[in-house]
């Protein structure tokens, strides 16, 4: 169950099917997505595809000397695309594969588009999604949700990726979903109805114990998207965003002009693959090592103590740069991260969050946030997502001082729209929204606070809070999961215990949950969990899956005084 592989070896059979010679690949947007995240082009290169284009761009040149493969989404404009370019082809063959399932009435257009027969080749592969991590999938699709139903399309596109993704894992599932979401419901059954439609794709050799769906809603637990994240993957999306493994560092202060956007993937990058679920301390101390191994080797002795030093260092040593951009890279990105966490106090706001989130001292917690929010380094951002945190925790408590926070956020600068989401946060997430005890899951007794070593070996409280969705997919494997909050689709129930299970949130999953996913993986044997997601949020974007949700006014990012990056 691995997601990359997948759609690795799709692309691999699309490139050996059209045999050897010079080739082009032809994608669309979404294809180009699906391509780059498992993908390096120099990969690529080495299988004689030259020239990657896209065919929704005008003006592309005729190749009569160049094989055709086209991986494109079988939606309505595509297919009158490929019509066109049929008509006059500027290729000498074409084999076309589409990411889903195409209709009998599609492939007659183009059979009939094909005066020239130049197409050798008409194919479903099933990479009709995002693989980000080999058990994390993306759909890239924000907004699902508007008036707390499915926005219309939304729930189409879900589901071709969500029997996508199926497919391409070879796994005709057992479904369970979320009761107390009707969303969960109605995607459930129509997952289910286009496994009975196409039951000979579905046709896989039986194994002893069923893999399951598990169909989860976002609103059940709205906390975990709110919080300040700190291992390296969930961080670098938190403070800096990541886009299909592309982030912009263009706004750092004296970036240099090779540094403005970075890839980080953990197929083509050693370093970011063995600590992207490291935490911050330990990935300071894990760049420090390198730089010390190549000062042995370089019989350098300056002084390497902080980030700072690091960044010196590099710019200092153009060799050392060459011999590893990859390493200039993360110490780019490492510096960042660190500039932002000491100027907007995250150490202390992240503390309190997950104070808020796991323990219950009320008055306690209500000092420490209106400390914060006094304090003038803290982001205006940050003081939102903890006043957010305060009202789903305290939503029902006597001496709730919601509405003086909130006057608090007014006087702080930021705008009506940006105070009308706490609102909206309660309706899209509060207690009548979710169908778990999302706040019953903690024992504050038995709460151990972890610690992170700094660069120096500074501790700092770290994290206590796990995501729902990890005691969920426990009880799921213990057979414990109550099947009154998590009924099964159809007759149809598990005797055993499930070996493969894709679990999909709608409305987004995170990185703290991908990384609750493979502890599990790691630490249960015999037992293999994918995670997938209408999107993958961090706080910035679940703001406006929220405000889309309830139909609040979406904010703008501008957030009123003291928001500088």
Same mark, same amino acid.
């Given at each position: 169950m691995n997601v990359i592989l997948a759609v690795k070896q799709y692309i691999s059979k699309m490139i050996d099917d059209s045999g050897p010679g010079m080739k082009v690949l032809l994608m669309d947007k979404d294809t180009t997505g699906?391509?780059?995240?498992?993908?390096?082009?120099?990969?690529?290169?080495?299988?004689?595809?030259?020239?990657?284009?896209?065919?929704?761009?005008?003006?592309?040149?005729?190749?009569?000397?160049?094989?055709?493969?086209?991986?494109?989404?079988?939606?309505?404009?595509?297919?009158?695309?490929?019509?066109?370019?049929?008509?006059?082809?500027?290729?000498?063959?074409?084999?076309?594969?589409?990411?889903?399932?195409?209709?009998?009435?599609?492939?007659?257009?183009?059979?009939?588009?094909?005066d020239q027969e130049v197409v050798r080749e008409v194919q479903e592969f099933f990479g009709d999604y995002i693989a980000v991590n080999p058990h994390l999938f993306s759909l890239n699709l924000s907004g699902v949700c508007q008036s707390l139903t499915w926005a219309p399309h939304a729930l189409q596109r879900t589901v071709q990726g969500l029997t996508s993704v199926l497919l391409s894992l070879k796994k005709c599932p057992m479904i369970r979903f979320q009761n107390s979401s009707e969303m969960a419901r109605r995607l459930a059954e129509s997952v289910r109805q286009v496994i009975n439609k196409e039951a000979a794709l579905f046709e896989f050799r039986k194994t002893d114990v069923a893999p399951v769906l598990l169909i989860l809603d976002r609103r059940d637990d709205a906390v975990t998207p709110l919080l300040n994240q700190w291992t390296y993957q969930a961080m670098v999306h938190e403070l800096l965003?990541?886009?299909?493994?592309?982030?912009?560092?263009?706004?750092?202060?004296?970036?240099?002009?090779?540094?403005?956007?970075?890839?980080?993937?953990?197929?083509?990058?050693?370093?970011?693959?063995?600590?992207?679920?490291?935490?911050?301390?330990?990935?300071?101390?894990?760049?420090?090592?390198?730089?010390?191994?190549?000062?042995?080797?370089?019989?350098?002795?300056?002084?390497?103590?902080?980030?700072?030093?690091?960044?010196?260092?590099?710019?200092?040593?153009?060799?050392?740069?060459?011999?590893?951009?990859?390493?200039?890279?993360?110490?780019?990105?490492?510096?960042?991260?660190?500039?932002?966490?000491?100027? &907007?106090?995250? #150490?202390?706001? /992240?503390?309190?969050? $997950?104070? !808020?989130?796991?323990?219950?001292?009320? @008055?306690?917690?209500?000092?420490?946030?209106?400390?914060l929010m006094s304090n003038d380094s803290v982001r205006p951002l940050d003081?939102?997502?903890?006043?957010?945190?305060?009202?789903?925790?305290y939503e029902n408590h006597t001496n709730n001082d919601l509405s003086g926070l909130v006057d608090t956020l007014r006087k702080k600068g930021l705008s009506e729209d940006y105070r009308s989401m706490v609102q909206a946060m309660l309706e899209y997430g509060g207690k009548k929204a979710r169908g778990s005890d999302l706040f019953g899951v903690h024992d504050p007794g038995a709460i151990t606070k972890r610690f992170l070593k700094g660069l120096k070996g500074v501790?700092?409280?770290?994290?206590? &809070?796990?995501? #729902?969705?990890? /005691?969920?997919?426990? $009880?799921? !494997?213990?057979?414990?999961?109550?099947? @009154?909050?998590?009924?099964?689709?159809?007759?149809?129930?598990?005797?055993?215990?499930?070996?493969?299970?894709?679990?999909?949130?709608?409305?987004?999953?995170?990185?703290e949950e991908a990384l609750a996913i493979h502890s599990i993986n790691r630490s249960t044997p015999g037992v293999r969990v994918v995670l997938g997601g209408t999107t993958i949020h961090n706080f910035k974007s679940f703001l406006q899956e929220i405000s889309q949700a309830v139909g609040a006014t979406s904010p703008s990012h501008h957030m009123g005084r003291g928001t500088r990056r």
């Open positions: 699906v391509v780059s995240m498992v993908y390096a082009q120099s990969e690529i290169l080495q299988k004689e595809v030259y020239l990657f284009e896209r065919l929704d761009t005008s003006g592309r040149e005729t190749m009569k000397h160049l094989k055709c493969i086209a991986f494109l989404r079988p939606s309505k404009e595509n297919v009158e695309l490929l019509c066109q370019e049929l008509r006059v082809p500027k290729y000498g063959l074409y084999y076309i594969y589409w990411s889903n399932v195409i209709s009998k009435q599609d492939v007659k257009l183009l059979a009939e588009a094909d965003a990541i886009n299909n493994n592309r982030i912009n560092l263009a706004s750092v202060p004296g970036i240099t002009k090779d540094l403005q956007e970075v890839v980080l993937s953990a197929e083509h990058d050693e370093f970011y693959a063995n600590n992207m679920y490291v935490n911050f301390g330990e990935i300071g101390s894990n760049i420090k090592e390198l730089m010390e191994e190549f000062q042995k080797k370089s019989k350098s002795q300056a002084k390497v103590e902080s980030i700072a030093d690091m960044k010196a260092f590099v710019e200092n040593y153009p060799q050392f740069k060459k011999m590893s951009g990859t390493v200039s890279k993360h110490v780019t990105v490492v510096g960042e991260l660190s500039r932002l966490v000491g100027s &907007h106090c995250l #150490l202390e706001v /992240s503390e309190t969050e $997950q104070e !808020i989130a796991c323990q219950s001292d009320h @008055s306690g917690i209500l000092q420490k946030i209106k400390g003081m939102l997502r903890m006043v957010m945190l305060y009202a789903l925790r501790e700092n409280v770290y994290t206590q &809070h796990k995501p #729902l969705v990890y /005691s969920i997919i426990d $009880q799921l !494997i213990k057979g414990k999961l109550k099947e @009154s909050s998590y009924p099964y689709l159809g007759p149809s129930q598990l005797k055993d215990r499930p070996q493969d299970i894709v679990v999909f949130v709608i409305g987004g999953c995170t990185y």
